[in-house]
């Protein structure tokens, strides 16, 4: 058996609704009577068999036009062998790396990227894949104007493979960005 209100709860809550029903349907009969004297906007005669609006107002508010979201951006890659420890901002730029360079970096600056933004790096030396040095990272808030950097690091003792290194950034999945370095031997 389902327990129900207290009962007099219950029968002011019902007892309420006569009367509310009654003042409900005198409001709708009230409206649809006001509703046929031509109040609110029409259509005039026409022109030429065109509908031409009518020059009565109405009073309703203007809508308010929804401003565009900024798209998310990744800048052009700045390759660089170190970056500022405050900004990640590359400190100097260049196209081609010593063997003995400790740091091949890959900066790009964000525009736009909202909380939760996923951005993908992934590298290849001279058209191989380097798994082992894919990176993604996650915004935790919004970044616009940022730098983000993507470094890969040698072994002291092991000097850079000569060639081309290729840096592939992508955005949400999507590639936004694709950029090539050359090691050489010096």
């Known amino acids: 058996m389902a327990k129900t209100a207290h009962p007099s709860l219950h029968a002011r809550l019902f007892a309420a609704r006569p009367r509310r029903l009654s003042s409900l349907l005198t409001l709708v009969l009230l409206s649809t009577s006001l509703a046929g004297c031509g109040a609110g906007p029409r ?53 081609q790396f010593a063997v003995d360079v400790p740091s091949i970096i890959a900066a790009v600056q964000a525009g736009s990227l909202p909380p939760g933004a996923r951005i993908a790096a992934a590298w290849e030396y001279n058209d191989t894949t380097l798994d082992a040095f894919a990176t993604e990272l996650t915004a935790v808030e919004d970044m616009d104007g940022r730098w983000i950097s993507f470094a890969i690091d040698r072994d002291p003792e092991v000097p850079w ?10 955005l949400d999945g999507t590639v936004m960005v694709q950029a090539t370095a050359e090691v050489v031997a010096s």
Not at 49 to 74: C, F, K, Q
Request: aromatic fraction near 4%; avoid cysteine; proline fraction near 13%.
């Open 161 to 170: 493979p000569a060639g081309t290194y290729r840096i592939t950034i992508s």
């Open 43 to 95: 259509l005039a005669s026409t022109v030429d068999g065109l509908p031409t609006p009518s020059t009565a107002t109405t009073d309703a508010p203007e809508l308010a036009v929804a401003t565009p979201l900024p798209r998310p951006l990744i800048g052009e890659v700045v390759w660089t062998s170190t970056v500022s420890a405050e900004t990640n901002a590359p400190t100097a730029r260049t196209t």
